[in-house]
């Protein structure tokens, strides 16, 4: 696995949309705090474009992806948002000059298109919160964005759940949004979980969508060698007028009982304002106590 350089004081960190448009007020706070990290912000040609619900047109955003790519001055590239919009752009994309000079791609959601269609080219990327967030997001989760992008070790801790499942292990970490991964089955940026830890976050669905995204991410062997799971952020989820009579957690709990991997709810990644980086890609150390949790990268 390809893992980017740090990045270093002084240098251009660019910021592009490849799914739902953005407003320059929406992004201004947080160029101002990329700025005083001492980064250099350059924004994406059609950044502010518009077409309908997304940040310009396919070959508007492709280009500003690709430019970014291939631009070597360009040390990071930090999605402005989520939404929908990336795998429509997924195929168009030439990902060889970011082999020869790998650079973060940083974000989550949506974004996830390109955190597995990355992993499976063999390049680590990072999840972590993005522009559109930085206003409401806590210390600590532009603290662990920080840390990552300028090279530090990377730890998170958070306190024990009840349904968590006990263990240490050390592997990579694949995954992102549920529902991202559920729609990428089959395709050519379906992730590779063997021997790895799966990490899964999702908001605002159904619970009967969540029961059958798990199901077939079990039918398609998702689950068969995975050496951990870590479950993120379950927010805001919906329930018919006939309850489903189970919790997303639950629901989950209940398709993985057959296996005895370690595994842990409740982690502080995905649509929360604690949103901590998470290096995908890289080898981590997962360790599940009674007492809580730590993972360290």
């Known amino acids: 696995m390809i893992t980017p350089k740090k990045i270093n004081i002084g240098d251009k960190i660019g910021i592009i949309s490849t799914a739902r448009k953005i407003s320059s007020l929406e992004l201004s706070p947080a160029i101002e705090i990329l700025k005083s990290w001492g980064l250099k912000v350059v924004c994406g040609k059609f950044l502010f474009a518009e077409k309908n619900q997304f940040a310009g047109t396919f070959l508007q955003r492709t280009e500003d992806l690709q430019n970014m790519l291939d631009n070597n001055d360009i040390k990071a590239i930090l999605c402005a948002r989520g939404g929908y919009g990336s795998v429509q752009i997924i195929d168009n994309v030439d990902f060889s000059n970011l082999i020869k000079n790998p650079k973060w791609i940083i974000g989550y959601s949506d974004v996830t298109v390109l955190h597995s269609h990355l992993n499976i080219l063999g390049i680590s990327t990072l999840h972590a919160t993005m522009p559109v967030n930085f206003s409401d997001n806590t210390q600590r989760s532009l603290d662990s964005l920080r840390s990552v992008v300028f090279g530090m070790k990377n730890s998170i801790k958070t306190s024990p759940h009840k349904f968590n499942r006990t263990g240490m292990v050390e592997a990579e970490i694949v995954g992102g949004n549920l529902s991202i991964l559920y729609s990428l089955l089959g395709s050519k940026s379906d992730i590779d979980t063997d021997k790895k830890i799966l990490f899964i976050e999702d908001l605002d669905e ?23 799971m870590i479950i993120g952020e379950m927010g805001s989820m919906n329930d018919n007028k006939i309850p489903f009579g189970r919790s997303a957690q639950e629901i989950i709990l209940s398709h993985i009982k057959e296996y005895d991997f370690p595994v842990c709810f409740g982690f502080p990644c995905g649509h929360l ?16 106590t009674e007492n809580g949790v730590s993972l360290s990268q």
Not at 211 to 227: E, G, H, P, Q, Y
Not at 273 to 288: E, T
């Open 206 to 228: 159904y619970l009967y969508h969540i029961d059958r995204m798990v199901i077939n991410m079990k039918r398609n062997r998702k689950f068969k060698n995975l050496k951990g």
């Open 273 to 288: 304002d604690d949103n901590r980086a998470l290096r995908l890609g890289v080898k981590s150390l997962l360790n599940i």
